[in-house]
């Protein structure tokens, strides 16, 4: 009778955990689509008049069959494209530096310093450049001098270049991933600010 | 009989897939892909499809600074590549040399592009 009593109660804890985990749940998903609205709102004007095509619509999600082979086994983001950062991080990839030895790069400079990029925008998060992630891949003279001056908060920009397909947009929109759809948004605006 | 039917219809199916593949050269763009299409009139008058360059296809092997910017600028269409330079071991030809990867010599595995509506 007393176990009775006991599985009953626990079986009630559990439910009551679960509908308070799936209501949370929701309501994460509902967060992040206010954010969308509530930027959009703000700069819908701006984007209009520079003649930009929405951003915050995302891209056309992928599946597992919609990728070619060599990228299907990589992680994946939230719209089904490969995210490399994490592969890179994960070590799941081999990229060589060069194509036959290291005296091709010249001296490489080492730099891993992230550099915080204020945002003139409440909504979103400052944005965190990190060197350690590009310098994986990239070379400083891909970089500096053009189109960023190596000195912080020389270069003058804003997003709106950016979706233009200057400054980060020079690689982000072609090659690395996209400034498109809000989850997106959030892999650069990441610095919460109280 | 019944095996010459199998050998038949096996013979017919292969030759249907192989022709709709051939047929089908141009395939779809992924994520960036690039189109090089600056010489796009020499390239029509030696009757070749336009080129892709894929992008992740190349970057699974090696980083961006193994070709950029030395090899290539990083702009679509700002280097003036030919088939020359790239038979001379320039520009694509600095790997597509028989050594890193294939020889310049199988021209439909880079020149696979066709613009939509050009057929």
């Known amino acids: 009778m007393r176990r009775q009593v006991f599985m009953i109660l626990l079986m009630g804890l559990l439910s009551l955990f679960m509908a308070h985990g799936a209501l949370s749940l929701g309501k994460g998903r509902v967060d992040k689509k206010d954010i969308a609205e509530e930027i959009r709102k703000r700069i819908q004007a701006q984007l209009i008049r520079l003649g930009i095509p929405d951003p915050l619509s995302p891209p056309a999600t992928r599946g597992f069959e919609d990728l070619p082979l060599a990228l299907r086994y990589l992680p994946r983001d939230p719209y089904g494209y490969p995210d490399w950062t994490r592969a890179m991080e994960d070590g799941l990839l081999l990229p060589r530096d060069y194509i036959y030895g290291p005296e091709e790069l010249g001296k490489e400079r080492h730099y891993d310093k992230d550099v915080v990029i204020k945002v003139k925008d409440e909504v979103l998060g400052d944005v965190i450049f990190s060197h350690r992630k590009h310098n994986y891949w990239l070379s400083c003279d891909n970089c500096h001098p053009y189109p960023f001056k190596e000195k912080r908060g020389e270069t003058k920009f804003t997003m709106y270049d950016n979706w233009k397909g200057k400054y980060c947009g020079l690689c982000h929109g072609k090659v690395a991933f996209m400034l498109r759809g809000i989850d997106n948004c959030l892999r650069c605006h990441t610095l919460r600010r109280n | ?119």
């Not at chain 2, 296809?57 to 790239?86: Q, S």
């Not at chain 2, 520009?91 to 020149?111: K, M, Q, S, T």
């Open chain 2, 1 to 119: 009989m019944y095996r010459m039917m199998i050998i038949l219809v096996m013979l017919i199916g292969g030759i249907l897939v192989s022709t709709v593949y051939t047929q089908e050269g141009t395939r779809l763009l992924e994520y960036g892909d690039i189109v090089m299409n600056s010489k796009q009139e020499a390239m029509k008058k030696a009757k070749v499809k336009l080129v892709v360059f894929p992008h992740w296809f190349h970057r699974i092997r090696y980083k961006c600074k193994a070709c950029h910017p030395k090899l290539f600028v990083m702009e679509r269409g700002a280097n003036d590549i030919d088939m020359d330079k790239i038979m001379r071991g320039e520009y694509c030809g600095r790997c597509h040399n028989g050594i890193v990867a294939w020889e310049p010599l199988y021209c439909d595995r880079c020149h696979i592009y066709e613009p939509p509506g050009e057929r």
